[in-house]
Structures are given as structure tokens and as C-alpha cells.
């Protein structure tokens, strides 16, 4: 599945301008290839309590023919009924491949926050090599985070290249229970240690960003 993450910033703290059967409505009329939507708000609470997040929320979209993503991707004005009118501004888009790579029974029975890692790959690797470390070498470690109940990785298409780089190299997805679970994770020395000494062979230092945030699927992708 194809996947489109549509970065927003606004002054207010929920940037989307509807909720539900509203908003269902809505995406069908902007974008009828689109066959799942989300709305992601960031949380109040984040892993630090003086955490100021880089985002106000996503809004995810998934396709199933790569033309039709990018063509979005490339015009986000076309989408901004979904957002609250003269208050929100898309700061970065990312289009790529979704990579489930762990997703627990559990993550089927009830509401989990998340939490979203854009970040840039080592400016030394091409995306091809970035790509295969992280899924193959990197994947099976993340998959091990405490609590974590489904891991996502996100991998950009090859013509996000063209003619330049996208935002960022990746966006990495974690579910958990709830704020205080994500915070022991964040803590717990398989994070600090385990992954993110994996992480130095791949990722440029200081390019990752982190938010935490509570999904709302309009249109189960």
C-alpha cells in the first residue's frame, strides 16, 4: 500500500476542521482514489512534559496506485477543506511505501496513541543501502520496543528522489497502550541503548523528530 503523510502546523492544537461522518464525506469528495484516511492530532502529553512538538497532527492517506499519491502529494492545496480554514499549514509531505513490521493481536481490540519518528538518513548512504539496513537489519530490533504493539515503517518512493530529496528519508510508527507505557519504552535501555546504537549506522544525527498522537480513522486503510 501507498501511503501519503501530509505534515501539518497550526495555531491551534486540533488542526482538522471535521470529525467523523463529516469528514468521511468530505475526503470521498477531494480525493475518490483515496482508500484510507486518518486524522492524527498530536497529544497534549508528550514523553518530556516540556516536549514542544513539532507538529500539530498528520493527516495519513493510502492509495493503491502510486501515480495517484504523488500527484496529491504534489498539490496539497487540494486538500485543505480538511483543515481548519486560514489556521493550518502543510509543512512537509512524505509519500512511500507502508512496512508493517510487527503488529500484535492486541492491536485490533481498542484505541492505542502512537508515536511518529520522521527523520533523515546518513547523508554517506543512498537510499537503496538506507532502505535495506533499516527494514531488514533495523526492523527486527525496533520490533522488540517495550509495550510497543504494532511498528510501522514508512519508505519513500523512488521518485520522491527526482530532481531532489523529500523532507525526510523515513517515518517510523509505534503503538502503544497509552502515554505513560511510551514513556518507560522511551526509557527502557532497549531503546537507549539497543536501537538507537543500531540507529547510528543509518540515521543523521539530530534529524530525528518525535510527537506522540492519537489517531482518528475516517476510512480504515
Known amino acids: 500500500m501507498i501511503k501519503t503523510y501530509f505534515f501539518l502546523s497550526s495555531s491551534k492544537q486540533d488542526p482538522f476542521a471535521f470529525t467523523a461522518e463529516t469528514a468521511r464525506e468530505h475526503f470521498a469528495r477531494l480525493c475518490p482514489q483515496g482508500v484510507g484516511y486518518v486524522q492524527t492530532r498530536t497529544l497534549e502529553e508528550q514523553v518530556e512534559s516540556d516536549d514542544s512538538p513539532p507538529y500539530a497532527g498528520v493527516a495519513e492517506l493510502w492509495f493503491t496506485d502510486a501515480s495517484h499519491a504523488l500527484s496529491l502529494a504534489a ?35 481498542g484505541h492505542f496513541i502512537k508515536g511518529v519518528f520522521p527523520f533523515r538518513r546518513k547523508k554517506t548512504l543512498d537510499v ?94
Open 75 to 109: 498539490q496539497p492545496q487540494a486538500l485543505s477543506p480538511l483543515w481548519r480554514e486560514g489556521e493550518v499549514t502543510v509543512s512537509a509531505v512524505v509519500t512511500g511505501h507502508e512496512r508493517i513490521v510487527m503488529r500484535r493481536p492486541e492491536h485490533h481490540e
Open 128 to 221: 537503496r543501502e538506507f532502505q535495506r539496513t533499516w527494514w531488514h537489519d533495523h526492523g527486527p530490533i525496533a520490533a522488540r520496543t517495550e509495550g510497543a504493539v504494532m511498528y510501522v515503517q514508512c519508505h519513500p518512493l523512488g521518485a520522491c528522489y527526482d530532481g531532489g530529496a523529500p523532507p525526510y528519508d523515513g517515518v517510523t510508527e509505534l503503538y502503544w497502550r497509552d502515554v505513560a507505557t511510551a514513556r518507560e519504552a522511551m526509557a527502557s535501555r532497549q531503546m537507549r541503548e539497543d536501537q538507537a546504537r543500531d540507529a547510528e549506522r543509518f540515521v543523521e544525527p539530530g534529524s530525528v523528530l518525535l510527537f506522540l498522537a492519537q489517531e482518528e480513522i475516517v476510512v480504515p486503510p
